[in-house]
C-alpha cells in the first residue's frame, strides 16, 4: 500500500476521502455550490467502506452544506483514534438557509467556527484546520495564522495550513511553527508545477484538490452528459475549468483522450491511474477525491495497490500533452 508520512511523523495511506459531495445542496442565491442530492445513509456507507480499504485522512470544510459534510463525518468517525480529519473554514454557509454568506476571516469568528466544526466532528481537537480563502493577501492572513497559532496551543487545533493555489501565499508561511500543509488544485492536466516545487523545499503536505478534475478523468462523462442542474458543475463561475454549462469541456476531454492508455499502465482503471499520476510526481502528494458512494471509494482506494505511475509512463504522459518533463 503506498503511503506518506505525515507532519506529526506518522505514516497513513496516501489517500484521503474528500468530503465536499457529502455535504448536499448548498447554494450562493441561485448558483448551486454542492453536488447535489445526497443520501446520508449511502455516504456513511461510502465512509465505512473507505477506512475498510485503509483510508485514514479525510477532509471536509464548515461551509459544505452549512456544516452538513462535516456532521456526517462525525457520525461515520465518532469514537474512531486512528483517523486524521481536516476542515476548512473562512467560506460561510447558513446551516438553515443553505445560502452563502460573505466570507468572514475574522478571529472573533475563527474562534466560533472552531467549536461548531468540533461539535459537528465530535472531535476535542481538529487534527488539521486549514484556511479555506485562497485568494486573502498575505498581510491579511498574518493574523489568522497567528490566532490559529493561539488556538493550536490551546489543544482546540493539532496543526493548520492554507487551502490556496498562490504559491507566494504558501512560500510566505512555509516556515512557521504548526503551519504543515497546502491544499491546492493538481491532476494530471495541471500539474502545479510552481506550487510543488514550493511544498517540496519546505517539507509541507501537498493536498490534492482536484485530483480527478471533478470527475473528468474518471472517463464516464461524454460530450452529450447533462449534469443535474443543482450540480455544482453546472455553474458559471469563473474556477468551473473542467466544465461549462453542465457539459464535460471538449478541450479537456480531448486531453484525457490522448493519455487514457497510459494512465491505465499495469492494469489501472482511468480513475486509478489519474491517482498514481500525482504520486508519481512527488512523494509529497496526498490527494483528496470526493467520495459519496461504496463504489467511488472502493475504486479510489484500490489505486493504493498499485501506487504511484512507473516513471517511464509519467515521461510518456509529459510527451502525449506536449509538455517538457519535471524531475520527480
Do not use: C
Not at 198 to 226: C, D, H, Q, Y
Not at 268 to 296: D, E, F, K, M, N
Request: charge should be negative; avoid cysteine; hydrophobic fraction near 45%.
Amino acid at each position: 500500500m503506498h503511503t506518506i508520512t505525515l507532519w506529526n511523523g506518522e505514516t497513513s495511506p496516501a489517500l484521503g476521502f474528500g468530503g465536499w459531495a457529502i455535504g448536499g445542496p448548498f447554494f450562493a442565491g441561485e448558483v448551486p455550490l454542492g453536488w447535489g442530492k445526497v443520501d446520508d445513509r449511502e455516504s456513511m456507507a461510502a465512509i465505512h467502506r473507505a477506512l475498510d480499504a485503509g483510508i485514514r485522512f479525510f477532509d471536509t470544510a464548515s461551509n459544505y452544506g452549512g456544516g452538513h459534510s462535516e456532521a456526517v463525518l462525525g457520525a461515520a468517525l465518532a469514537g474512531r483514534d486512528d483517523v486524521v480529519i481536516a476542515t476548512k473554514f473562512g467560506h460561510v454557509v447558513d446551516p438553515a438557509s443553505k445560502q452563502a454568506l460573505a466570507d468572514d476571516v475574522s478571529s472573533e469568528f475563527i474562534t466560533r467556527i472552531v467549536e461548531r466544526s468540533l461539535r459537528n466532528l465530535r472531535r476535542e481537537q481538529i487534527d488539521l484546520l486549514q484556511l479555506h480563502v485562497g485568494y486573502l493577501p498575505v498581510v491579511e492572513a498574518e493574523a489568522v495564522f497567528e490566532h490559529l497559532g493561539r488556538l493550536r496551543v490551546a489543544g482546540k487545533i493539532g496543526a493548520f495550513g492554507w487551502s490556496t493555489d498562490t504559491p507566494a501565499s504558501a512560500a510566505a508561511f512555509a516556515g512557521r511553527d504548526g503551519f504543515v500543509s497546502i491544499q491546492h488544485q493538481m491532476n494530471v492536466l495541471d500539474p502545479a508545477d510552481e506550487m510543488i516545487a514550493v511544498i517540496e523545499r519546505a517539507g509541507l503536505l501537498s493536498i490534492n484538490r482536484g485530483p480527478l478534475a471533478m470527475g473528468l478523468l474518471t472517463g464516464k462523462f461524454t460530450p452529450a452528459t447533462e449534469i443535474a442542474r443543482d450540480d455544482v458543475r453546472t455553474a458559471d463561475v469563473e474556477w468551473m475549468t473542467y466544465f461549462k454549462d453542465g457539459r464535460v469541456s471538449p478541450e479537456f476531454t480531448s486531453r484525457l483522450d490522448g493519455i487514457r492508455e497510459t494512465l491505465r499502465t499495469g492494469g489501472r482503471t482511468l480513475t486509478q491511474g489519474a491517482l498514481a499520476w500525482l504520486w508519481g510526481r512527488s512523494s509529497r502528494t496526498l490527494p483528496i477525491p470526493g467520495i459519496r458512494t461504496v463504489a467511488q471509494a472502493e475504486e479510489n482506494a484500490g489505486a493504493l495497490a498499485f501506487g504511484p505511475l512507473p516513471q517511464d509512463a509519467m515521461a510518456e504522459i509529459d510527451r502525449l500533452l506536449g509538455r517538457a518533463p519535471v524531475p520527480a
